[in-house]
Every structure is written in structure tokens, then in C-alpha cells.
């Protein structure tokens, strides 16, 4: 498979064709061969355009959501952030050309084990906390005070409120929200002065990375 022009249509037909236009974000998109994050049996899924299902539940997210997740962020130079479902670091590695300040949450061992082998191979720059998705929807332990930007790699199905209420003021959210009143929407969320402000971006296809409401037992 060539990579390199995998690579280079996935940039014009899948992110410059539906609103990715940060030129920054694209040249190191472009620059990055996002394929040796993957094990050899499946990199040639590294620039599908869809979402590739894991055996232990966990998802890859496409390109496009991927970067337009990334895009809603704004800028990201020299600040604190916390990638929730980092995966294989295909995000991560992106976001490690803007900023090495990176905190890192994943459950999958499968990623866990390429994430750890691209560390030690000098793909990128983050630090994988020891800590699982549940741990941050729970408010588990993680002092979400000493970052600036949350990057949520998946849909959830109510929006982050309490997440939000314990973050600092500066903080900005971006997030997948998928519910009744909010329809595979990215979802960027501001606060100030311990107002949030929400704005919703585009939509996505996603799948959920946490589910807040879960179905309660038929009682007869």
C-alpha cells in the first residue's frame, strides 16, 4: 500500500473538502505518516474514512471528526491538555506538534501497548495516565484544574456539565454530544468567569466513548 498518497488523499477529499482549513493543522496532518501509529496488521486502516471497531469495545475515530475535533480546540500552543480516548495517538500525535503538554487517558490494552511503543520510538511527545475513561466521567481523582483544554474522542450522551463546573476558568471543552436534543454534534464549550458558553461546531460520525444514562432493569 502506498502510504504517502493515502495520506495525501486523505487530506484533500476527506479534510480540505469538508471544512478543515486551519493551514497550520494541515501541514503537519500532511507531514505525519499516521500509519506507524497502527501494529503492521492494521495499517493499511489508518486512513479510512470510517470508524474502525475494536474487539474490546474500543473505536478508532475517522480522520475527519478526528481533526475537526482538534480545529474546535483553537489554539493549543504551549497549553495544558487533557485528551480523553487517546487510542493508537493518532490525535495526540498531531496535537504534540502544537504543544508536548499532554496528559493522555485510554482503557484499550491493544492501544495502551502501540501508544507505549510509540513513546519509546519518538513518534510523539505525551504522558499516559494511569487513570481509565471511567475515572474522568467519575471525577475520580483527576485534578482537572491544572489544564486549560479537555479533548473528549468520542460522542457522549448528555453534555459534560459537571466536568465543566469543577474545570478553571479558560477552560475550553470539545466533545461529541449525542442526544435527543443534540444530534452527533461537536460541541465546544467555554468558560468564563464560571460561565460556560457552548457553541455548537458541525456534526460528526462518532460512536459513544461513555454513556451517562444507562438503561434501568425490567421490574415485573
Same mark, same amino acid.
Given at each position: 500500500?502506498?502510504?504517502e498518497?493515502?495520506?495525501?488523499n486523505?487530506v484533500?477529499?476527506?479534510?480540505r473538502?469538508?471544512r478543515? *482549513?486551519? $493551514? +497550520?493543522?494541515i501541514?503537519q496532518?500532511?507531514?505525519?505518516?499516521?500509519? /506507524?501509529?497502527y501494529p503492521?496488521?492494521q495499517?493499511?486502516?489508518? %486512513?479510512?474514512?470510517?470508524i474502525i471497531a475494536l474487539?474490546d469495545?474500543r473505536? &478508532?475515530l475517522? $480522520?475527519? /471528526? *478526528?481533526?475537526?475535533?482538534?480545529?474546535a480546540l483553537g489554539?493549543?500552543?504551549n497549553k495544558?491538555l487533557?485528551? &480523553?480516548?487517546s487510542?493508537?495517538?493518532?490525535? /495526540?500525535?498531531?496535537l504534540s506538534k502544537?504543544?508536548?503538554?499532554i !496528559?493522555c487517558?485510554?482503557?484499550?490494552?491493544?492501544?495502551?501497548? *502501540?501508544?507505549q511503543? *510509540?513513546?519509546?520510538?519518538?513518534?510523539?511527545?505525551a504522558?499516559?495516565?494511569?487513570?481509565?475513561?471511567?475515572d474522568?466521567?467519575f471525577?475520580k481523582?483527576?485534578?482537572?484544574k491544572? %489544564?486549560?483544554?479537555i479533548?473528549?474522542n468520542?460522542s457522549?450522551?448528555q453534555?459534560?456539565?459537571?466536568?465543566?463546573e469543577?474545570? $478553571? #476558568?479558560?477552560?475550553v471543552?470539545?466533545?461529541i454530544? !449525542? #442526544?435527543?436534543?443534540?444530534?452527533?454534534k461537536?460541541?465546544?464549550y @467555554?468558560? @468564563?468567569?464560571?460561565?460556560t458558553t457552548?457553541? &455548537? @461546531?458541525?456534526?460528526?460520525?462518532?460512536? %459513544?466513548?461513555?454513556?451517562y @444514562? +444507562?438503561?434501568?432493569?425490567?421490574?415485573?
Amino acid at each position: 500500500m502506498n502510504f504517502e498518497q493515502a495520506r495525501s488523499n486523505m487530506v484533500l477529499n476527506q479534510l480540505r473538502a469538508n471544512r478543515i *482549513s486551519n $493551514p +497550520t493543522l494541515i501541514d503537519q496532518i500532511e507531514s505525519f505518516p499516521r500509519e /506507524t501509529l497502527y501494529p503492521k496488521n492494521q495499517q493499511h486502516l489508518a %486512513y479510512s474514512d470510517r470508524i474502525i471497531a475494536l474487539e474490546d469495545g474500543r473505536f &478508532i475515530l475517522p $480522520p475527519l /471528526t *478526528s481533526f475537526h475535533l482538534v480545529q474546535a480546540l483553537g489554539g493549543i500552543e504551549n497549553k495544558k491538555l487533557l485528551e &480523553i480516548g487517546s487510542g493508537f495517538g493518532t490525535t /495526540t500525535s498531531i496535537l504534540s506538534k502544537f504543544t508536548q503538554k499532554i !496528559d493522555c487517558i485510554e482503557n484499550s490494552k491493544e492501544m495502551i501497548t *502501540s501508544f507505549q511503543e *510509540s513513546l519509546k520510538n519518538n513518534l510523539f511527545k505525551a504522558n499516559l495516565l494511569k487513570y481509565s475513561i471511567e475515572d474522568f466521567f467519575f471525577n475520580k481523582k483527576i485534578e482537572l484544574k491544572k %489544564y486549560e483544554r479537555i479533548l473528549i474522542n468520542g460522542s457522549i450522551d448528555q453534555e459534560p456539565l459537571d466536568i465543566l463546573e469543577k474545570a $478553571p #476558568n479558560g477552560m475550553v471543552l470539545v466533545c461529541i454530544v !449525542d #442526544n435527543a436534543e443534540y444530534k452527533h454534534k461537536i460541541m465546544k464549550y @467555554v468558560k @468564563v468567569d464560571n460561565n460556560t458558553t457552548r457553541f &455548537i @461546531v458541525d456534526e460528526a460520525s462518532s460512536a %459513544y466513548i461513555y454513556k451517562y @444514562v +444507562t438503561k434501568q432493569p425490567f421490574v415485573f
